[in-house]
């Protein structure tokens, strides 16, 4: 069984730039979630999508958004990039709600230049 | 939100060695979770843990959900138990809450 899928594993952009990073869950889990790492501020959650709805949202500003599609594949997006946005950006996927146990993809690693 | 608080924050053992790591949380929760962040920083699932005791080759793992605790266990560790281990709960909102996580070196 596939396990998680994040792409692209490495990003470079610069500031004022979008990104959109891709994450494709395990065969079957419906729930995914979304975690920014960065070494000052650890394992932060942004967002939580299950059947194309999101159920919970991290204190992250409006540039940055999600969405999931119908086969559970979910996409995050960031607008208007900023230096401090350079960080780990993880997705995990669940079968069907956080009570679940998660398993986390390989990361996109993003540097905002 | 729920306050998660992991130690030691560092900890440096000498192959062989045994040692305990702890997660302490501040409210009752549904799911417990423990990871070990490789070097490409991907967490890898060590155990999925709300309740009671598990145990995976030289790992195991403890918790005690109405004292709000966890305790992953390492015996006889080896240099490829080097990294960073985590402590994740969930509330019920869908949402793992991370602590700030335990480095562990192990010498040769």
């Known amino acids: 069984k596939a396990g998680v899928t994040q792409t692209p594993r490495y990003l470079i952009k610069t500031r004022g730039q979008q990104v959109t990073l891709s994450c494709s869950p395990i065969s079957g889990h419906r729930s995914v979630s979304w975690y920014q790492q960065t070494p000052g501020q650890g394992l932060q959650f942004l967002f939580e999508?299950?059947?194309?709805?999101?159920?919970n949202k991290g204190n992250f500003p409006g540039r940055f958004s999600g969405r999931q599609f119908s086969n559970s594949r979910s996409e995050m997006n960031v607008s208007t990039l900023e230096l401090g946005d350079s960080a780990l950006y993880l997705c995990?996927?669940?079968?069907?709600?956080?009570?679940?146990?998660?398993?986390f993809g390989q990361g996109t690693r993003l540097t905002v230049v | 939100g729920i306050q998660v608080e992991q130690s030691p924050p560092d900890l440096i053992l000498q192959e062989g060695a045994n040692s305990t790591l702890r997660c302490n949380f501040s409210?009752?929760?549904?799911?417990l979770q423990w990871f070990h962040q490789n070097p490409w920083g991907q967490l890898i699932n060590l155990f999925y843990?709300?309740?009671g005791t598990k145990q995976n080759g030289r790992l195991s793992a403890t918790t005690v959900a109405t004292e709000r605790y966890s305790l992953l266990y390492i015996s006889s560790s080896q240099t490829t138990d080097s990294g960073v281990y985590f402590c994740?709960?969930?509330?019920?909102?869908?949402?793992?809450?991370f602590g700030a996580g335990t480095t562990v070196t192990v010498r040769a």
């Open positions: 843990i709300p309740s």
């Open positions: 999508y299950f059947s194309e709805t999101q159920r």
């Open positions: 994740a709960v969930v509330r019920g909102d869908y949402k793992l809450s």
């Open positions: 995990a996927s669940s079968a069907t709600s956080a009570n679940t146990e998660a398993f």
């Open positions: 409210d009752s929760v549904n799911n």
